[in-house]
């Protein structure tokens, strides 16, 4: 079993930033991808993010790219989502997430294993 946890979430103003962190611990796999969905209120969960082990393929979701970074440090088991211009259309629960592939993957049926999620809220 994987265990994801996620932090760093919060309550912040339109334009600022926020940098979530995923900590994942117990089996973990040496070439899983990792990524990041979240979920608005009365929405579907969607695709945010996602890198691959080495980080050389990563994708975003085209209503964050060019203001979140999705990254990862191996050694700690943790990946990062650094948000910067932060809209109120951004707010949502934040989800760390863990597929057992080497592709970068945007389906959220792939990911195997879910974190409890954080919660960020824009306000305007």
């Known amino acids: 079993q994987v265990q994801l946890v996620e932090s760093g979430g919060g309550l912040v103003q339109a334009g600022e930033s926020l940098r979530l962190s995923c900590a994942a611990s117990?089996?973990?796999?040496?070439?899983?991808?990792m990524g990041w969905f979240r979920q608005a209120p009365g929405k579907e969960r969607e695709f945010v993010a996602a890198i691959t082990w080495s980080g050389s393929n990563i994708y975003y979701a085209d209503s964050v790219k060019g203001r979140f970074t999705i990254s990862r440090d191996n050694a700690k088991n943790t990946v990062y989502l650094q948000m910067t211009s932060l809209k109120s259309e951004d707010t949502a629960v934040y989800y760390c997430?863990?597929?057992?592939?080497?592709?970068?993957?945007?389906?959220?049926?792939?990911?195997?294993?879910w974190g409890r999620g954080t919660q960020v809220t824009v306000s305007s």
């Open positions: 997430a863990q597929a057992p592939t080497t592709v970068a993957v945007t389906t959220k049926a792939l990911y195997r294993y």
């Open positions: 117990g089996r973990t796999f040496s070439t899983y991808v």
